[in-house]
């Protein structure tokens, strides 16, 4: 079973908003219509896309044009992380990835947000057996995802700021095996 692993598109920030409700920028719609237009959504059957609002429109134009169905799930949210940061995030991020057991500054745990992460592959794993779906996500949790996949004890903040958004990358599910890493939609 092959899975595309997709971060979403550019945000538009908001101060003092939770970054769990922030929708695209313009570069971000750009971004979610070059998406649509990827060869590879031939053979998805089913796209899953977080809870939030900017997932949903980083793949509304790939519904539009080729008919998928899609739902929302949970299990591949954004590592929670209470209201706006203020301070230095990166350090921030660093230090989640570093303590993964602990819950750094109220931000859920990196070990706990890799849990949810891997019950949802769990549930796409039995749901979709023989087809390919793809997963709209997050930065934060791809990164942890990604660490896992190639056995590293944590996700690293160079390789999160590697991350862009829109990249894609595909993984069989049923090996757990990183078949092509994160992409930029550049060279998609």
Not at 49 to 66: A, C, D, G, N, Y
Not at 144 to 169: I, K
Request: proline share 4%.
């Amino acid at each position: 079973m092959k899975i595309y692993l997709i971060r979403h598109a550019h945000t538009q920030q908001v101060p003092d908003s939770p970054a769990a409700q922030w929708a695209l920028s313009a570069e971000g719609y750009q971004q979610a219509q070059r998406l649509a237009q990827l060869s590879f959504w031939s053979q998805v059957t089913c796209i899953i896309h977080s809870t939030e609002i900017k997932t949903r429109l980083t793949v509304e134009p790939t519904i539009e044009q080729w008919g998928l169905p899609s739902w929302s799930e949970g299990r591949f949210d954004e590592l929670r992380r209470p209201g706006w940061f203020e301070g230095d995030y990166n350090r921030q991020v660093a230090q989640v990835f570093a303590q993964p057991q602990e819950s750094i500054g109220d931000w859920e745990s990196a070990q706990g947000a890799l849990e949810r992460v891997q019950d949802g592959m769990t549930l796409l794993r039995k749901r979709f057996v023989t087809e390919t779906v793809a997963v709209i996500g997050h930065g934060l949790i791809f990164s942890l995802y990604r660490a896992y996949l190639l056995g590293y004890p944590n996700a690293r903040v160079e390789d999160w700021h590697q991350l862009q958004f829109a990249s894609t990358a595909q993984v069989n599910l049923l090996t757990e095996r990183l078949l092509q890493d994160f992409r930029p939609l550049s060279e998609l």
